[in-house]
């Protein structure tokens, strides 16, 4: 079964830098794309960027562009975002998703980033 | 750029229907997906390319769509689904997501 394991909650202070990996397993990794999409608390979805897993090539949001990194590991089968420059506003839980035919089928469990000083 | 509007919060009663929509600039050819998302859970796929179910999604669930609307319906509401319930296009390379709905079965 398609399962999509994200490493575990990071504290970090302002100015910092994280990277969330988000392994897959259950299907071969190079034939699908994965995204990445932020949660603030109590807030909406907010998509990230994707990469294609099998190229390399990837999307990001205006939003985000130059503060966000995406790359993969075929190797490994996982997919890594990190994210630059953080401040309090970045708390929140980022999520990968495989995508399907534009639509994302099967999701990560989250990965909580909490910014503090 | 397209942007998706969703109402905030929808409330219908346990048994009726609960319809959510999602506002859109000319969908056109745009596949509309719907998302499930429950308290503390990453979001679970219940509709694609507007009106598709995944497996093991109840048929409940339907979603339709026009020129500058998808809905998604929710027949026989149960307590079990109240949720955050999103849409979800690509454009132009970008994926969008709605502000998201709350439903509350009162």
Known sequence: QVQLVQSGAEVKKPGASVKVSCKASGYTFTRY???????APGQGLEWM???NAGTGYTKYSQKFQGRVTITR???ASTAYMELSSLTAEDTA???CARESFSR???WGQG??????? | SHVLTQPPSVSVAPGQTARITCGGNNFGSKSVHWYQQKP???PVLVVYDDSDRPSGIPERFSGSKSENTATLTISRVEAGDEADYYCQVWDSDHVLFGGGTKLTAL
């Open chain 1, 49 to 51: 960027g994707w990469v």
């Open chain 1, 93 to 95: 839980m980022f999520y």
């Open chain 1, 73 to 75: 590991d075929t190797s």
């Open chain 1, 33 to 39: 794309a994965l995204h990445w999409v932020r949660q």
């Open chain 2, 40 to 42: 503390g859970q990453a």
């Open chain 1, 104 to 106: 994302n089928d099967h």
């Open chain 1, 111 to 117: 990965t909580l980033v909490t910014v503090s000083s």
